[in-house]
């Protein structure tokens, strides 16, 4: 597919924020994915790194608020941690490959890498690329860290890729240069943008330049109506679900 065309199927849907999670259907689970799928919602998820190189689906570093148990999330191998149950459910912990297993190209998928303390991110990109091959249907890598959409760029580079972005707390001159330095330097496709900065400078430049753009994390109709005025695909959460459906 060429790449304009994978990037419009790839925005072609407003996406789940870590799935459709609500009551005893927990963040970035299967359960969660499930239902995104059924709502005709796209997914967006969080990847992080067992001890052993695999790669999984996981938001925080830390294990408690997700799971009730202490310890960090990279300290453990993959057969432990899909052992583990989410709080609140009976799901367990996916890999990326399960995931990938179950949405089949059904619907976009754009996972968030995560990366910790300045480590390397050739682990954990290396671990998305391998089960990224052979998988067919919209999917995009995004990241804080200017350094995996970078990685993709060389090592991967007909994977979609972009770089997530806030301004909050960090509005300075020193900050914005900072900003455009990494966005320069990430060589993406796309750019996720904190809900809460848009309207932009940069949202506009970005849609000035023909570039793909998405928001974070759209919660509420004012949220959506946001979003779209920017022209951002939204990252879907709680009443900014129903709010979404009702447009619909």
Same mark, same amino acid.
């Given at each position: 597919?060429?790449?304009?065309?994978?990037?419009?199927? $790839?925005?072609?849907?407003?996406?789940?924020?870590?799935?459709?999670?609500?009551?005893?259907?927990?963040?970035?689970?299967?359960? +969660?994915? %499930?239902?995104?799928?059924?709502?005709?919602?796209?997914?967006?998820?969080?990847? %992080?790194?067992?001890?052993?190189? %695999?790669?999984? #689906?996981?938001?925080?570093?830390?294990?408690?608020?997700?799971?009730?148990? &202490?310890?960090?999330?990279?300290?453990? &191998?993959?057969?432990? $941690?899909? +052992?583990?149950?989410?709080?609140?459910?009976?799901?367990?912990?996916?890999?990326?490959?399960?995931?990938?297993?179950?949405?089949?190209?059904?619907?976009?998928?754009?996972?968030?890498?995560?990366?910790?303390?300045?480590? &390397?991110?050739?682990?954990?990109?290396?671990?998305?690329?391998?089960?990224?091959?052979?998988?067919?249907?919209?999917?995009?890598?995004?990241?804080?860290?200017?350094?995996?959409?970078?990685?993709?760029?060389?090592?991967?580079?007909?994977?979609?890729?972009? $770089?997530?972005?806030?301004? =909050?707390?960090?509005?300075?001159?020193?900050?914005?240069?900072? %900003?455009?330095?990494?966005?320069?330097?990430?060589?993406?496709?796309?750019?996720?943008?904190?809900?809460?900065?848009?309207?932009?400078?940069?949202?506009?430049? =970005? $849609? +000035?330049?023909?570039?793909?753009?998405?928001?974070?994390?759209?919660?509420?109709?004012?949220?959506?109506?946001?979003? =779209?005025?920017?022209?951002? #695909? &939204?990252?879907?959460?709680?009443?900014?679900?129903?709010?979404?459906?009702?447009?619909?």
């Amino acid at each position: 597919m060429h790449r304009r065309d994978a990037l419009a199927a $790839l925005t072609a849907q407003a996406l789940a924020h870590r799935g459709l999670h609500t009551g005893g259907v927990p963040e970035n689970s299967l359960a +969660a994915f %499930r239902a995104a799928i059924a709502a005709g919602l796209g997914i967006e998820c969080d990847i %992080r790194k067992s001890s052993d190189g %695999r790669a999984v #689906v996981f938001h925080d570093a830390e294990m408690e608020r997700l799971t009730g148990q &202490p310890g960090t999330f990279g300290a453990l &191998p993959v057969g432990e $941690l899909t +052992a583990i149950t989410l709080s609140g459910s009976d799901e367990k912990i996916p890999t990326l490959r399960d995931t990938l297993d179950l949405v089949a190209g059904k619907v976009s998928l754009l996972l968030e890498i995560k990366s910790d303390d300045h480590r &390397p991110v050739d682990a954990i990109c290396r671990a998305v690329r391998r089960d990224l091959e052979g998988y067919v249907g919209p999917v995009g890598v995004m990241s804080f860290d200017p350094r995996v959409p970078r990685w993709f760029a060389s090592h991967d580079p007909d994977v979609l890729r972009g $770089l997530v972005v806030t301004e =909050q707390n960090s509005r300075t001159l020193v900050a914005g240069i900072k %900003r455009r330095m990494a966005i320069a330097g990430a060589r993406t496709d796309f750019l996720a943008l904190d809900i809460r900065d848009l309207p932009s400078s940069l949202s506009r430049r =970005q $849609l +000035a330049k023909g570039e793909a753009l998405f928001s974070w994390t759209v919660k509420t109709a004012a949220h959506l109506e946001t979003a =779209q005025e920017s022209g951002a #695909v &939204p990252i879907l959460e709680a009443a900014g679900v129903a709010a979404w459906e009702e447009g619909a």
